[in-house]
């Protein structure tokens, strides 16, 4: 099993940065991949970023140049740096891990809200 805790989000303005930290615990070492997803209301859950434990990225475009994913082995926690952010970032942050045995687990989420 394992637990994951987001946290860091908030309201801020347009051109504004936030960042959210994703804090794992129990069994962190199946772990293969990590990422986060969003969920404005409304619309479907899109990926944002992904980082795999080579440390290799992929970021949806809509993010490319602004987001920054990062993992801290060290603190068993992940990152996601966000830049420049506009109204249309507004959306539920989750965090998830996909284990060695492709078992995924989610965070409870966290809100970000960018104001125009």
């Known amino acids: 099993q394992v637990q994951l805790v987001e946290s860091g989000g908030g309201l801020v303005q347009a051109g504004g940065s936030l960042r959210l930290s994703c804090a794992a615990s129990g069994n962190i070492f199946s772990i293969n991949a990590m990422g986060w997803y969003r969920q404005a209301p409304g619309k479907q859950r899109e990926l944002v970023a992904t980082i795999i434990s080579g440390g290799s990225t992929n970021y949806a475009d809509s993010v490319k140049g602004r987001f920054t994913i990062s993992r801290d082995n060290a603190r068993d926690t992940m990152y996601l740096q966000m830049k420049s952010l506009k109204p249309e970032d507004t959306a539920v942050y989750y965090c998830?891990?996909?284990?060695?045995?492709?078992?995924?687990?989610w965070g409870q989420g966290t809100q970000v809200t960018v104001s125009s």
């Open positions: 998830y891990a996909v284990s060695i045995r492709a078992r995924d687990y």
